[in-house]
């Protein structure tokens, strides 16, 4: 589908947001564009990376805890299939 191909250009921020297909590029494209899009509404921004096949029981609640600096923060988890 033509307008799929084209999504990663239009995606935005979002409490849950799903890439995933064949080409890495537009998954990089898109990824690229929320962390963007997002640094614009946040002042301070931390990106989280995790790893699903190396996840620890409890690893993202530790993650998220509120800071005491405050702070928007980025989850990204790779692997999850």
Known sequence: NNSETYAWK???????IMLYGSEEFFASRA??????????????????????????TGQLIAETSPSLFG????????NLA
């Not at 690229?32 to 620890?56: C, G, T």
């Not at 702070?71 to 790779?78: C, D, F, L, P, R």
């Open 10 to 16: 239009t995606v935005g921020p979002a409490p849950v």
């Open 31 to 56: 990824r690229d564009r929320i962390r963007a899009e997002f640094r614009k509404a946040n002042d301070d921004v931390e990106v989280i990376q995790l790893n699903a096949k190396d996840y620890k």
């Open 71 to 78: 702070g928007a923060k980025i989850v990204e988890v790779e």
